[in-house]
């Protein structure tokens, strides 16, 4: 299921502080700015090693807790280039938008209305961009008790070298200008 990608309002509506809850719920789990936009926590990293190529060496796995929020519902563009990414939804409700390396744009909804086609899983396979915004519980209007809690288990485990932030020229080649610049908000 394809749907159209807009621009989260809770600035614009000047909901930009998250409710106690959230708060707490960040809190608790002990999350940390992520580069991108929303808040994670690294919460394991397995002990096994295995190589990446002849020079490099990573750990098989990692897993963390990814939140947006009111204050930060935007996760910009990054791919990992050689890693494979399993999202598990824990809460809320949102957009993803894959770029995939043949420019072919993918957008879903993740939540948990099932019948009406959102996610509850997905994969992000290595090299393919993503980018997600948080979207209303239900039809509400934007609430700063909306979040989009995620874990993410990274196979091999996550490294930040092995993280890319595309410019607006390398969106640009992938997808051409007009959609680049329709989606630059999200770099």
Known sequence: MSISISQPKYS???ITEEDASISKLAA???LIKHPNGGYFNETDRANKKVSI???QVRNESTLIHFLMTCE????????NIQSRTIHILQKGRGV???????GE???????????NGERTQWIV???TYKACYIIPEGDAEDSNKDCLWVSEVVVP???????KFPTLSDLTSLVGEKTALSIDWLI
């Open 12 to 14: 614009f509506r000047e």
């Open 28 to 30: 608790d789990l002990k």
């Open 53 to 55: 190529d002849k020079d």
């Open 72 to 79: 930060s519902p935007i996760g910009k563009f990054h791919t």
């Open 96 to 102: 993803y938008i894959l770029i995939h390396p043949n």
């Open 105 to 115: 744009i993918e957008t879903f909804r993740v939540g948990f209305d099932i019948a």
């Open 125 to 127: 396979e290595p090299g």
């Open 157 to 163: 485990g996550f490294d930040f070298q092995d993280m």
